[in-house]
């Protein structure tokens, strides 16, 4: 059991501050699909793909993608799957999820299910989803935060100047680093390594930025839909709320597949008494995930 998060009388959890100043743990309920606690949707099928006993199957599963991604969209917030049916599949190319709600849908990630062997001889992703844009800042519409000190999992942020929020306008909270707090850290210190000291670099100022949607606006006061990760203080460099345009695309999918990376076998070292594969040449993962959000990967082996 824990001082600092405990459940109350209905089973809801109680976070309690562990500082004079008002830190808590922060809360995670929102963090996961729809901002936590949100079922992931199924789409219709609305187009299916056939295994072929040979060749290439990169440009009409790829087809078949671009087919669903000019559907318009559902009121759901998707244009429908692209359903691979039980079989192999060999991709030589990296598939790619662009528009917002389009699902790649096997229909199993057992061995006798629906398998997609990448066949690329290069250090790439098997499916890549995301569209063009991303977040893009409002260059120059930053604004200060006015308080000396924001604690660790506060929801709330005063500011300088309010004007420019609205509920449901997406912002970047950023955490300034100075120079200040990286030496009081000693991160400006960082012993070199005796092989190669010239290779250890030392921090400079940096900001880290929180991807955050304004709840409401009151007074100068902005309410954030999830808490910051850590503090925000004046003598360390201080924050601003900044307001972005989000472009990321949404609700897209991949499930009930089984990825397959082909590597050359032939390559191997020694490492030890063991005999290793060493070959770097090959697809490295299953699924990228980049300029998206409320996206899942599910059943995917």
Known sequence: RSALVVADESGSLVYRTYSARGDVLPDFSQC??????????????????????????????????NEVAARPLGA???????????????V?????????????????????????????????????VGGPGGVREAVGSAVEVADDYVPVGSRAIRVSDPSGFKVGQAVHVIRRSNAAWIHELGMDRIPGRPSAPET??????????????????????????????CAIERRWGGGMV????????ERCGVENLRAISVYDAAKTARQGSETVWVDED???????????????????T
């Not at 250890?200 to 929180?210: D, G, I, V």
């Not at 900044?242 to 695309?249: F, G, H, L, Q, S």
């Not at 300029?291 to 599910?298: E, L, S």
Request: charged content about 25%; glycine content about 10%; overall charge positive.
């Open 32 to 65: 996961g699909f729809g901002g936590g606690g949100v079922p992931l949707p199924v789409a219709a099928a609305v187009v299916v793909v056939e295994a072929r006993a040979e060749g290439d199957d990169t440009a009409r599963i790829q087809a078949a993608l």
């Open 76 to 90: 759901d917030g998707l244009r429908g799957a692209v359903l691979l049916r039980r079989g192999r599949y060999r």
């Open 92 to 128: 030589s190319g990296v598939l790619q999820l662009q528009a917002s709600g389009v699902v790649l849908r096997g229909e199993s990630d057992e061995t006798d299910g629906t398998v997609v062997v990448a066949t690329t001889r290069k250090q790439q992703p098997l499916v890549r």
């Open 200 to 229: 250890t670099k030392q921090w400079t100022p940096f900001e880290l930025k929180f991807d955050r949607v304004v709840t409401a606006v009151t007074g100068d006061v902005l309410t954030l839909d999830a808490p910051i990760g």
């Open 242 to 249: 900044m307001p972005v345009r989000d472009e990321r695309i």
């Open 282 to 300: 090959h697809a490295t993962h299953a699924v990228d995930l980049a300029n998206v959000r409320d996206a899942w990967v599910r059943k995917v």
